[in-house]
């Protein structure tokens, strides 16, 4: 399974912008489809993005739709989360984790290598 590193959280005002990444340690970072999950306090895990082996194809759920952009760089074995207008209700752990083989992007059970997560802070 590949191994993978969030970086990027932090403490910020409502509407601001952050960048967080996902850097794996495996050459065969370009064979996963990825997604970002986040928990938020007292809450269960939730999807917000997912990107294609190639990066053609994201999907996004609607809370965060507009607001953040998911991308990759496979030369890089990096995975991107942009996130703008910050709202305090995004505040969460957010991780990064491989989507197995034909599974779907929205079920977290799909999900079988995950990242030790990343906080993100949104103060109102």
């Known amino acids: 399974q590949v191994q993978l590193v969030e970086t990027g959280g932090g403490l910020v005002q409502a509407g601001a912008s952050l960048r967080l990444s996902c850097k794996a340690s495996e050459r065969t970072f370009s064979s996963e489809a990825l997604g970002w999950i986040r928990q938020a306090p007292g809450k269960e895990r939730e999807f917000v993005a997912g990107i294609s082996r190639t990066g053609l194809s994201t999907y996004y759920a609607d809370a965060v739709k507009g607001r953040f952009t998911v991308s990759r760089n496979n030369a890089e074995n990096t995975m991107y989360l942009e996130m703008n207008s910050l709202k305090p209700e995004d505040t969460a752990i957010y991780y990064c984790?491989?989507?197995?083989?034909?599974?779907?992007?929205?079920?977290?059970?799909?999900?079988?290598?995950w990242g030790q997560g990343t906080q993100v802070t949104v103060s109102s």
């Open positions: 984790a491989a989507r197995r083989f034909g599974g779907d992007y929205y079920s977290l059970k799909d999900y079988n290598s």
